[in-house]
């Protein structure tokens, strides 16, 4: 299909980088639609492993395009920061392209960010601190600054003498012991122009184009459904539309491009921040999915909390993404358990509730509902190979009878399956099923 998304149905971090790259190989055009280098999508190729905030997970494709669209918000600095590393490992990034469209993260926004959440006090979101809600509200409040007026010097200082005066006193209000140099700024930022103007252009008119031709195009979504703005557990949220709808206008081209959508799910589920979190667990068991999955973040290095799968979010995400097959990574982190446990409903005031509530304190009172699974082996590498080779019928008795249970509860047919975390190990089962 010409349009294929890929999102998150949880809290982000759900694999989805590494399932990109595996569908890239299909693809011609690769798209991030969204969010900024609060993503941290890792890829493990061989034994290289890659950790992408800005550029799309397509990039390690050399013979793929690679697009920053217009729905993205770009810290320059961490961009160029990143395009520079991957060229000294040998992968160049002239296959990028970014939207002359997209925002421009300031060092304002990152000082705001920090800002913010101090003055929150008990109430943190716990954000990555990169400046992305401040840098949206700025889009919001049509104060932002765009790639296409980064590349261009005079209306650059033009935008940034009006901009760093009034957000300095902002930042001094706020109680920030930091503000920003405007003369510095100014150079910083214009040279940044410099460096990244023969990239900037109108993408949506490359995706358009490559659709008309009948190019395959793989959306590429950030965070997760449960963080995004409308609909995830507000206001612990990230400040982008991370679900698949989001795609088309992220990426400059009509809902009509979007064929298919994969959701990508954790075996379990993780959160990194604050907020709710219904199936979290504490203790041991929390301790071992944590060192075994090697739950700490790709950007900020936080350790992730962790907690059984919760059909409930799954079902909402599913409602609100349409996901046309689901990837459902990470199972080998499960492996070598007794007992493997999945939230089917919750419980609220002893009546069954199945869909996730708006309200955070209607949330805070529900008690998730468990249905426990014997646990699988774990596969060594004559095992994998034979899965690889098999399909799924190859697979441990007690993982089929997991997914195929999730498969019936959520109403989602599994796609591809996650063993490890080599961009090898994943099982591919759109042909099989
Ligand atoms: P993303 O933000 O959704 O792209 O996910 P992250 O890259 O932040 O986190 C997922 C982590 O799990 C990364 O370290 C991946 O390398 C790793 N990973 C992805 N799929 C699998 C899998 O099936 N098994 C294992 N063990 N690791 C995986
Ligand atoms: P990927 O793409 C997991 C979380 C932060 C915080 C909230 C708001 O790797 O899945 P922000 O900096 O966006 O204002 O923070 O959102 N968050 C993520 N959690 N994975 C991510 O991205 C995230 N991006 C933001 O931890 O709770
Ligand atoms: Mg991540």
Known sequence: MPGLVVVGSQWGDEGKGKIVDFLAQEAQVIVRFQGGNNA????????????????????????????IGNGVVIDPGVLLGEIEALAKRGKSASNLRISDR??????????????????RKGSKVGTTGRGIGPAYSDKAARLGIRMGELIDENLLEEKLRFAIPL???????????????????????????????????????????????????LFEGAQGTMLDIDHGTYPFVTSSTTVSGNAASGSGVPPSALHEVIGVTKAYTTRVGEGP????????????????????????????????????????????????????????????????????????DGRKLTRFPSDLRILERCEPVYESFKGWEDLDSTRMEDVLKGGFSRLPRSLMDYIRFVEKESGIRTVLIGLGRRRSELLDLRKER
């Open 40 to 67: 941290g999508h890792s890829v493990k190729v061989g034994e290289e492993l890659y950790k992408l905030h800005h550029l799309p997970s397509g990039i390690l494709r050399s013979d793929k395009l690679a697009v």
């Open 102 to 119: 997209a925002h421009v993260i300031m060092p304002y926004h990152r000082l705001l960010d920090g800002a913010e959440e101090r003055l």
């Open 167 to 217: 957000k300095n006193k902002l930042l001094q209000a706020f109680g920030s012991e930091t503000t920003i140099d405007e003369k510095k700024a100014l150079e910083e930022f214009a040279e940044y122009g410099r460096l990244l103007k023969p990239l900037v252009t109108d993408t949506g008119a490359i995706v358009d184009e490559a659709l008309s031709r009948g190019d395959k195009v």
């Open 277 to 348: 979190f219904p199936t979290e667990l504490k203790g041991e068991l929390q301790e071992r999915i944590a060192e075994k999955g090697g739950e700490f973040g790709t950007t900020t290095g936080r350790s992730r909390r962790c907690g059984w799968l919760d059909l409930v979010v799954l079902r909402y995400a599913h409602s609100l993404n349409g996901f046309t097959g689901l990837a459902i990574t990470k199972v080998d982190v499960l492996g070598g358990m007794d007992e493997v446990k999945v939230c089917t409903h919750y419980r609220l």
